[in-house]
């Protein structure tokens, strides 16, 4: 973990698609973002770093201990306490944090999913509790925007587990349910083995759908009144967006390359929505 590092320091350092929102909040907005980002980026890389299961599974047991101390201040790790800080001045729930660190324990239990309503789960936890804490200090007054932040939370998530089923299941991780395997007549030996056919074409064409289904149902929940206060969500909202959209456009070649979008584009997308004051129709997808 990044134990030395400031939050801010961590979030430069995972080069992650959220900075380019995050360099447009007010400061006060961006620190307190910078210390949520840094949270669930430690948690995730207990998960993710060299160890077994029992050694990881440990130490998340350890990290949640001593969140629950960080939330009283008295931590071991400023980390963690900056988070109490945090939480207490834009009223975050405490639970977002333990739902956070128990989809991250989901990665060290199982590796499969049967059911969509299995991996619906592990999404909420892993990304929709992010859009909640994030929702609390992005600020909102109409209830209906915190839909927004569930639905966007799993449309994130879904376009990764697309756009990384090579990688994830390198390292023996496969998300996509197997009901969706059986539909497709797909096999985990066939993506294993990094077989690309027209089975796996309509599988992959079926995920993305599912993701833009949660787009739209994202969309359609942000309140136009809280529209402007969710410029960097919007930013993120669009930026993945387009990425599901080049993977559409290269057929789901995703064996090849780990596709992406350019900084230039994202920089344009970002641009275009901090200065947009009308909100998208959120009944259909660009």
Not at 187 to 213: I, K, P, W
Request: hydrophobic residues 35%; glycine residues 4%; negative net charge.
């Amino acid at each position: 973990m990044h134990e030395n590092d400031s939050a801010a320091e961590i979030t430069r350092k995972s080069k992650t698609n959220f900075m380019m929102s995050f360099a447009m909040l007010p400061e006060h907005k961006r620190d307190a973002i910078h210390t949520v980002y840094a949270f669930c980026r430690c948690t995730d890389d207990i998960v993710d770093e060299d160890g077994d299961r029992e050694s990881k599974s440990t130490r998340l047991q350890r990290w949640t201990e001593e969140l629950e101390r960080g939330l009283r201040g008295e931590s071991i790790h400023p980390l963690l306490n900056q988070l109490h800080s945090i939480a207490d001045r834009f009223h975050i729930p405490a639970v977002h944090f333990f739902d956070l660190i128990r989809g991250m324990q989901m990665d060290l239990e199982k590796s499969r999913y049967e059911t969509f309503d299995e991996l619906y789960e592990y999404c909420y936890r892993v990304a929709s509790t992010v859009g909640l804490m994030c929702s609390e200090i992005f600020g909102y007054t109409n209830e209906k925007t915190r839909q927004y932040a569930v639905d966007l939370g799993i449309a994130l998530q879904l376009t990764n587990i697309v756009r990384d089923v090579k990688s994830d299941a390198q390292i023996g991780r496969i998300y996509i349910p197997r009901e969706d395997f059986d539909r497709y007549g797909y096999s985990y030996e066939e993506l294993l083995d990094s077989r690309y056919n027209e089975n796996f074409v309509r599988m992959m064409r079926f995920q993305t759908q599912r993701a833009r289904d949660y787009y739209g149902r994202a969309r359609r929940s942000l309140a136009h009144e809280d529209h402007a206060a969710f410029f960097a969500a919007r930013i993120m909202d669009r930026i993945y967006y387009r990425i599901l959209e080049k993977i559409e456009h290269k057929r789901y070649a995703l064996f090849d390359e780990r596709i992406s979008i350019s900084n230039l584009a994202k920089f344009r997308i970002a641009v275009a929505e901090y200065f947009s004051r009308t909100p998208v129709q959120y009944a259909t997808l660009p």
